[in-house]
DNA sequence: AGCATGCTTGGAACCGCTTCCATGCATGGT
DNA sequence: ACCATGCATGGAAGCGGTTCCAAGCATGCT
């Protein structure tokens, strides 16, 4: 039993012959090997949690795609903590590492406080958020900030001065950062062109979604000074924008230019011009990492920052 | 140990005395029980499989959550078993049960043949097909037949006679039935109302996609006598043709009816007429009816069918 | 009052693997 | 040829639960 457990995980004090013949026998009793009395003596789950909100929506399954093409290569289990409420951010937030019962944790896209930071970093489980990222922590993301920039910047090289924002809530009880950090690299972008940041011009969503991103761009074209060019911080969003904007009969791009984010499946599709984000590449990414900081842990924090690229459709062009 | 045991698995011989004491132990000291020695010697995995074709479309997505949400209120672990190609699809179905690693099994939308329904059943490991059936096994589903004949008759209420079908491969490697059975549904519904079941008004696409349905629409619409109504096969594909629609000039509905298929969470803010099928709620069951079969097996295999519903939002219109 | 019955409860075996330890054998040096 | 060294191998002790079994106790019956 000795020598076949060392066969099976390959270690070296085993002769040719012998792991030859040990093979054989394995083969030909059809043997395979029970992962539950593995794990309980190598003291090992084999198992590795993620934690993730709203996992069906476009850009979190994208990822999600990722992590599971990167695990199922691998030895480990990928069990799914899917965060549908505020209450279960925070429970799985601060409980799963306490109840250790998995060897290392992914948290997509959801950003911890401080103290949750903490706890996680004591807890002694390996972990790696993806799409966020946090002092104390792995983490594998883009530069939201730069981001939001960008796409800004092409909007204002374009001609347009009267840029509006939507997004979600920046404030949401997810602590989602992205609409806020995006925000901010818009802010950047139009002080650099020496244009003023109207808060007038930027308007939240209550809820993620197509429907609200909708209604908060009617807001916006409903000002006397309705905007020529939207930056809205999702491409879902950006959807939602189009919709008004086709409601009020306005022509896109010609009378209204609009811009989104993360380049889902649909972008495509719609035409729309976006910040092309690596979707699955993050996930796979945050995995490896995993993985690595499992086999070997760092001994600091290593951030990953992940590449954007301005995707020009036909949802944009310049003012008239 | 042994009462300690009982007192966790909600063992009938203890007293309520020493149940309230195990309790309070097991509370001052935090203790939670190992699962991993628990699978030992248990013999149970705690474990349930899923295999999933293409887990980032949107239809899919939304089973999978509903397959989650009741396996995260129970005991039971999820493992995600992705399929993206056609090997792939054939050597889960064939290995996984053999490996005989965990206590149940959900397939969602692949049939299997009936050499491996039959291999599936003599595992012993209780299957569930989800949007699919076969005689030897569980499955939850609709009845697609009836909901291709429903989208039809909807078109042919409405007036029109040239009715096209757009939808994936009929014969696909993967062993997807849905674009068969909606076809034949279509069929039907032509025959009932005398109407000849024209093949030149049948175009497949080679793959699933907005891109490959709105090429498969334009050849019809570039036929001398093009449809007046389209049925596409899924709400995806029927984006296609709306944008082929567009491309073309043609309002919809006026002068183009499009119905689609499954109701997914972007057909309401593309106002698309659709039929509308349990998504979230098909996972669910079948994440209950596996549960109950693990319990207590049935001795004949269970079929639950779901209820469609005619969704009709602003894609389709008489004919004029 | 004594004995049989039934419910509790503690103990021990066992689940199937990993890992440590001691034994055995071959090798190389003297 | 003998002894020391080192590597390969088999055996045994866990890992932390579950479950069976026997013993202990209180109850109810004769």
Redesign the interface.
Known sequence: MGTVSRVLNQHPAVSEATRAAVQEAIASLNY?P????R??SSGR?L?IAIIVPF??R?SF??RL?GV??VL?QSEY??????VETPQQRDLYLHDLPR?S?FDGLLILSLTPTDAEAERLQQSGVPVVLIDAFHPLLHGVGVDDVAGGALATGHLIALGHRDIGYISDLIDCPYRFIASRARLQGYCQALAAAQIPCDPRYQQEATQHG??EAREAARLLLDRPQPPTAVFAASDTQA??VL?AARARGLDVPAQLSVIGYDDI??A??WHLTTVHQPLSESGAEGARLLLAAMAAPFDSPRQIRQPLTLIQRQTTAPRV
């Open positions: 395979t029970n992962p539950s009395a794990r309980l789950t198992t996992f069906t476009p399954v994208e795609r599971v093409a199922n289990q990928l069990v799914i903590y899917n109840r019962r197509v429907r959807f939602g919709q499946e649909m495509e599709f």
